[in-house]
C-alpha cells in the first residue's frame, strides 16, 4: 500500500468518526431540548428569535474609524457612515481638504459609538457618531465652523 493511500485512510476514518461525533451531539441536544421542554422548563430564548420580525430603527456600530473618506463620511468596522447632521464641503476644495484632516484628528481619540438611522445615502449608511467622552463629532465640527449643520 502507498503512503499517500495510507493517508487518505485515516483521513476519510477522521471525518467518519468526526461526523458520527456531530450526529450524536445533535441527537443528545434534541434529546435533552425534549425532556427540558416536556417538564414544563421555560428556556430563555435570545432577543434575536423574540423579535425578528420588527427590526429596531436604530442601530449601533461600535469601534475605532478605520477610514475617514471625507468631512461627513467615515468607516467603522468597514460601515461606510454618512454624519447625518453634517454639510461639508467637497474633498477636492481647500473647505474640504480641511474638514476631512480635522475628521481624522477628531476620530483617532479612540473608540467610536455610531448610531445608524436605518436609511441609507449611495453606498453609505446615515447615522451619528460620538467619541468616547460623548460628545458629538458632527456637533463638534458644526460648532468649530468647519462644517455647516445638514438642513436636508
Given at each position: 500500500?502507498?503512503?499517500?493511500?495510507?493517508?487518505?485512510?485515516?483521513?476519510?476514518?477522521?471525518?467518519?468518526?468526526?461526523?458520527?461525533?456531530?450526529?450524536?451531539?445533535?441527537?443528545?441536544?434534541?434529546?435533552?431540548?425534549?425532556?427540558?421542554?416536556?417538564?414544563?422548563?421555560?428556556?430563555?430564548?435570545?432577543?434575536?428569535?423574540?423579535?425578528?420580525?420588527?427590526?429596531?430603527?436604530?442601530?449601533?456600530?461600535?469601534?475605532?474609524?478605520?477610514?475617514?473618506?471625507?468631512?461627513?463620511?467615515?468607516?467603522?468596522?468597514?460601515?461606510?457612515?454618512?454624519?447625518?447632521?453634517?454639510?461639508?464641503?467637497?474633498?477636492?476644495?481647500?473647505?474640504?481638504?480641511?474638514?476631512?484632516?480635522?475628521?481624522?484628528?477628531l476620530v483617532q481619540h479612540g473608540p467610536l459609538l455610531c448610531r445608524l438611522?436605518?436609511?441609507?445615502?449611495?453606498?453609505?449608511?446615515?447615522?451619528?457618531?460620538?467619541?468616547?467622552?460623548?460628545?458629538?463629532?458632527?456637533?463638534?465640527?458644526?460648532?468649530?465652523?468647519?462644517?455647516?449643520?445638514?438642513?436636508?
Open positions: 500500500m502507498l503512503y499517500a493511500d495510507l493517508i487518505r485512510q485515516r483521513a476519510l476514518r477522521r471525518r467518519r468518526i468526526a461526523a458520527r461525533a456531530r450526529g450524536v451531539l445533535l441527537a443528545m441536544a434534541l434529546i435533552g431540548f425534549g425532556i427540558a421542554f416536556g417538564s414544563g422548563l421555560k428556556l430563555p430564548l435570545p432577543a434575536a428569535l423574540l423579535h425578528h420580525a420588527t427590526a429596531p430603527a436604530q442601530h449601533l456600530v461600535q469601534g475605532p474609524a478605520s477610514h475617514v473618506r471625507d468631512g461627513d463620511t467615515i468607516e467603522v468596522r468597514g460601515i461606510p457612515i454618512r454624519i447625518g447632521n453634517l454639510d461639508c464641503a467637497e474633498r477636492d476644495t481647500d473647505a474640504g481638504r480641511e474638514a476631512t484632516w480635522r475628521m481624522v484628528e438611522a436605518g436609511r441609507g445615502s449611495m453606498d453609505r449608511k446615515i447615522g451619528t457618531c460620538a467619541l468616547p467622552d460623548g460628545h458629538d463629532i458632527g456637533e463638534i465640527l458644526i460648532a468649530e465652523g468647519t462644517c455647516k449643520r445638514w438642513s436636508g
